[in-house]
């Protein structure tokens, strides 16, 4: 501890504790509110992300806390189930992240194709900027994307006519996109450090305050213990219902995947120790199991504060547990400066958020790897804003899985005609799977009447079951059309996975 202090880690680990503090404070209370749960469950897990995960952390830069990834399960699982029966399922999330740390598979985590996590993100995104756009405007926002969007023009004319929301707020809004995107590109080089989100919080909090407008403000509890709402046996046993399991199961997955893809992303940005990935997924799993017990929201390890942290020059993990005893004393010593902000002010943030989710200059860096990989990304993220965010991911690993498919059994069929009439021959080099029957079926229909076939397999690599039954089936019916294949069966055979082996 004392080489600590003396190699100077403490002050560069305290600046960027402050520095991922100030990040931190909006945010969670902004993704709190978009999940539709009060702003303290929002710190309650910032404070858990930063100290107690902080304290086991397998990834020695990265920040955990409220994710805007996981917002939009959180609305969906409330608004079907109840606030009562998030605490358990992110309980059974956590205690499944556990164990996958546990058993070692942290690593498997990262298998997920950068195409569909791409997507994942990018749909998440539209989704924030769908129902966040309303609450912009202290409008109450729709259960699902496309309704968000469909909405809009009758909030807006809503609006402006006082029947529901407030052009007051929908100004606060605006005015906070506005900050943000001015700091982003105009803010001195000396003063990097500072947030953007929360020059716009503070300055437009102030602007509300003094002006005396009418907008609706964040409801932060003055005792922050009392926003803890430990789950009931009742609730425990809700866990029964396949629908809270699939839910449980699905926030584990989407937590670990982005929790580990971000380790990866901060591990390039700095030279420092690298991640162990199974226990970053066991802290995250420690970390999710206390949310669960306090009935707040899931955590994951979030890019933004991470990235913030890496360029603050923080050199441990100090740095993130600093951050959460800030979070801890400002919710606990200040709660009544925070229910100044107006709501208006953290929508704008996560619209703002959400837009940069959305980043559409990934299709032409993603097209290096083939445009199929860009396909999949801008598939997955159709798929989450038409359907829903497991729907969504589910379809962008079967279209990976699809194109996976395609790419392994690449098969050349080439029909040669003879010099000598009545003879031909039927080439196929590659792999021959049920995804090419339909290429050979169609050559071989153009095989004329009255020919004798060659099949040709020295460049066939492998043959599955129904590329065979075709190839027989044809033989057997050949001579119905006075053809006649012929082949080295044995050869054949010997490219069926199995066979080869048993010869």
Same mark, same amino acid.
């Given at each position: 501890?004392?080489?600590?202090?003396?190699?100077?880690?403490?002050?560069?680990?305290?600046?960027?504790?402050?520095?991922?503090?100030?990040?931190?404070?909006?945010?969670?209370?902004?993704?709190?509110?978009?999940?539709?749960?009060?702003?303290?469950?929002?710190?309650?897990?910032?404070?858990?992300?930063?100290?107690?995960?902080?304290?086991?952390?397998?990834?020695?830069?990265?920040?955990?806390?409220?994710?805007?990834?996981?917002?939009?399960?959180?609305?969906?699982?409330?608004?079907?189930?109840?606030?009562?029966?998030?605490?358990?399922?992110?309980?059974?999330?956590?205690?499944?992240?556990?164990?996958?740390?546990?058993?070692?598979?942290?690593?498997?985590?990262?298998?997920?194709?950068?195409?569909?996590?791409?997507?994942?993100?990018?749909?998440?995104?539209?989704?924030?900027?769908?129902?966040?756009?309303?609450?912009?405007?202290?409008?109450?926002?729709?259960?699902?994307?496309?309704?968000?969007?469909?909405?809009?023009?009758?909030?807006?004319?809503?609006?402006?006519?006082?029947?529901?929301?407030?052009?007051?707020?929908?100004?606060?809004?605006?005015?906070?996109?506005?900050?943000?995107?001015?700091?982003?590109?105009?803010?001195?080089?000396?003063?990097?450090?500072?947030?953007?989100?929360?020059?716009?919080?503070?300055?437009?909090?102030?602007?509300?305050?003094?002006?005396?407008?009418?907008?609706?403000?964040?409801?932060?509890?003055?005792?922050?213990?009392?926003?803890?709402?430990?789950?009931?046996?009742?609730?425990?046993?809700?866990?029964?219902?396949?629908?809270?399991?699939?839910?449980?199961?699905?926030?584990?997955?989407?937590?670990?995947?982005?929790?580990?893809?971000?380790?990866?992303?901060?591990?390039?940005?700095?030279?420092?120790?690298?991640?162990?990935?199974?226990?970053?997924?066991?802290?995250?799993?420690?970390?999710?199991?206390?949310?669960?017990?306090?009935?707040?929201?899931?955590?994951?390890?979030?890019?933004?504060?991470?990235?913030?942290?890496?360029?603050?020059?923080?050199?441990?993990?100090? *740095? &993130?547990?600093?951050?959460? /005893?800030? $979070?801890?004393? %400002? +919710?606990?010593? @200040?709660?009544? =400066?925070?229910?100044?902000?107006?709501?208006?002010?953290?929508?704008?943030?996560?619209?703002?958020?959400?837009?940069?989710?959305?980043?559409?200059?990934?299709?032409?860096?993603?097209?290096?790897?083939?445009?199929?990989?860009?396909?999949?990304?801008?598939?997955?993220?159709?798929?989450?804003? *038409? &359907?829903?965010?497991?729907? /969504?991911? $589910?379809?962008? %690993? +079967?279209?990976? @899985?699809?194109? =996976?498919?395609?790419?392994?059994?690449?098969?050349?069929?080439?029909?040669?005609?003879?010099?000598?009439?009545?003879?031909?021959?039927?080439?196929?080099?590659?792999?021959?799977?049920?995804?090419?029957?339909?290429?050979?079926?169609?050559?071989?229909?153009?095989?004329?009447?009255?020919?004798?076939?060659?099949?040709?397999?020295?460049?066939?690599?492998?043959?599955?079951?129904?590329? @065979?039954?075709? =190839?027989?089936?044809?033989?057997?019916?050949?001579?119905?059309?006075?053809?006649?294949?012929?082949?080295?069966?044995?050869?054949?055979?010997?490219?069926?996975?199995?066979?080869?082996?048993?010869?």
């Amino acid at each position: 501890m004392s080489n600590y202090f003396k190699q100077g880690l403490f002050g560069r680990d305290l600046l960027g504790s402050i520095v991922v503090f100030l990040v931190a404070l909006p945010l969670c209370m902004g993704i709190a509110i978009a999940s539709g749960m009060p702003p303290a469950a929002g710190l309650i897990t910032g404070i858990v992300g930063g100290i107690v995960v902080g304290m086991v952390a397998g990834s020695p830069l990265q920040v955990s806390g409220p994710a805007a990834g996981l917002a939009v399960l959180v609305f969906e699982l409330v608004r079907e189930h109840g606030v009562m029966a998030l605490g358990p399922v992110v309980l059974l999330a956590g205690l499944i992240q556990i164990a996958a740390g546990l058993c070692r598979v942290g690593v498997w985590f990262r298998m997920c194709s950068p195409a569909v996590v791409a997507g994942m993100l990018s749909g998440i995104g539209v989704l924030i900027v769908a129902s966040q756009l309303h609450v912009l405007m202290d409008a109450l926002p729709k259960a699902r994307g496309l309704e968000n969007f469909a909405a809009l023009p009758g909030a807006v004319i809503d609006a402006v006519q006082g029947d529901s929301g407030s052009m007051t707020a929908l100004g606060v809004g605006v005015a906070t996109i506005a900050i943000m995107l001015g700091w982003e590109k105009l803010r001195p080089a000396k003063l990097r450090f500072v947030p953007g989100a929360l020059l716009a919080v503070v300055s437009l909090t102030a602007i509300v305050q003094f002006g005396g407008l009418s907008v609706k403000t964040v409801d932060v509890p003055a005792n922050l213990l009392s926003a803890v709402s430990l789950p009931s046996f009742g609730n425990m046993a809700g866990l029964l219902e396949p629908s809270l399991m699939i839910a449980a199961l699905t926030f584990a997955f989407i937590a670990s995947a982005e929790t580990l893809l971000s380790a990866a992303a901060v591990d390039r940005m700095h030279d420092g120790a690298r991640t162990n990935y199974d226990r970053e997924l066991t802290a995250q799993g420690i970390g999710n199991t206390l949310c669960g017990l306090l009935g707040a929201l899931p955590m994951t390890g979030v890019i933004v504060r991470s990235a913030a942290n890496v360029q603050a020059g923080s050199a441990t993990r100090m *740095a &993130t547990i600093m951050h959460g /005893g800030l $979070l801890l004393v %400002f +919710a606990s010593l @200040l709660p009544w =400066l925070m229910r100044m902000t107006p709501v208006a002010c953290l929508a704008g943030i996560l619209v703002f958020t959400g837009v940069k989710m959305v980043n559409f200059k990934q299709v032409k860096s993603l097209a290096e790897y083939g445009k199929g990989t860009a396909w999949i990304y801008v598939g997955t993220t159709v798929a989450i804003v *038409a &359907t829903d965010l497991l729907a /969504g991911v $589910l379809i962008g %690993f +079967a279209l990976s @899985l699809f194109r =996976l498919a395609l790419r392994s059994s690449r098969l050349k069929v080439a029909l040669d005609h003879h010099d000598e009439p009545g003879t031909a021959s039927l080439r196929l080099e590659g792999s021959a799977t049920f995804l090419r029957v339909p290429s050979v079926a169609r050559t071989l229909e153009r095989v004329p009447p009255n020919t004798r076939l060659q099949l040709e397999v020295d460049r066939l690599h492998h043959v599955d079951q129904a590329c @065979l039954e075709l =190839l027989r089936e044809w033989g057997r019916n050949a001579s119905a059309r006075g053809c006649e294949l012929v082949v080295d069966w044995q050869q054949l055979n010997q490219r069926v996975e199995g066979v080869r082996r048993a010869a």
